[in-house]
């Protein structure tokens, strides 16, 4: 063979390996490194998970689900792993906000991921405000936790409406939070344009709105698939009515009597009427 003659030997499985004179086997790399659990979170979901019951009024609960991941080999027998609230920095309340997380989870036979469940309740509080559950990894007899920047997940939820840039733009002023969520109950709409092209679809929404407000009775005898009820109520020497989904009773709309007016108004957050 002359001195510049190169021999190129394939080994099945392994690099080509390129040699002056002759062949060796190539010795094949093994992944012999501890098995890790993480969690794997989009670039939206990075900083915080968001959740809203805001379109929803009839949800008493819900789950939000967190891609858990695995680092090494995937082995024929189900593993578990772990994960705790950190109550320090979480502003949710077990038991009120969230469903107490539990003592470990499953990864099945030869998988490599699995989603960690994390039930959160619908608390009449989230009308007015976010709060926040801060969830961590920890190792188990299956799984390490070696990297720290990716065991920890931010959920954050609420039940709380803002006032939609296009609000103004239909006779559906003045704004409440309340209107708000009457508005999505009655039209199924979370959102309007602003174009005039869509002048009669949109007022067509606003005048559904009026028509449930001035006869909420009607409403709810007419709509019975919806799931609502007015159930009587005396509030000292006033006479009125909860509006509530059957599935969510802890989440009242106040509909109160008027003297004045002599007809029934929704009450908003400020106890103010709706009109």
């Known amino acids: ?35 890790n659990i993480f969690f794997q979170l989009d670039d939206n979901s990075r900083d915080s998970i968001i959740y809203t019951f805001a379109y929803d009024m009839t949800k008493a609960q819900d789950t939000v689900y967190i891609l858990t991941r695995l680092t090494g080999i995937r082995e024929n027998r189900a593993r578990r792993y772990a994960a705790y609230v950190e109550q320090d920095s979480s502003s949710a309340v077990a038991g009120q906000h969230y469903k107490p997380l539990e003592p470990e989870y499953a990864l099945a036979a030869d998988s490599g991921w699995a989603y960690l469940p994390l039930i959160i309740y619908n608390a009449p509080d989230l009308e007015e405000k976010s709060v926040s559950v801060i969830i961590k990894l920890k190792a188990t007899e299956d799984f390490g936790i070696e990297n720290p920047d990716i065991i920890r997940a931010k959920v954050v939820f609420s039940a709380r409406l803002e006032k ?27 959102e309007l344009t602003t174009s005039g092209l869509d002048a009669p679809k949109n007022l067509y929404f606003a005048s559904l709105l009026t028509m449930m407000l001035n006869n909420p009775f009607a409403w709810v005898q007419n709509n019975p698939e919806k799931g609502y009820v007015l159930e009587p109520v005396t509030a000292g020497s006033t006479a009125g009515y909860d509006f509530y989904h059957v599935e969510n009773p802890a989440r009242k709309l106040r509909l109160q009597y008027s003297e004045i007016a002599a ?3 929704f009450l908003d957050e400020n106890g103010q009427e709706i009109r």
């Open 1 to 35: 063979m002359p001195k510049n003659q190169i021999k190129t030997c394939v080994a099945t499985g392994a690099i080509m390996v390129l040699m002056a004179i002759g062949c060796e086997k190539a010795t094949l790399p093994t992944y012999d490194h501890p098995a």
């Open 164 to 190: 939609p840039h296009w609000w103004d733009a239909w006779p559906l002023a003045p704004y409440s939070r309340v209107k708000h969520q009457l508005f999505i109950l009655v039209t199924g709409q979370t």
């Open 263 to 265: 007809r029934y108004f």
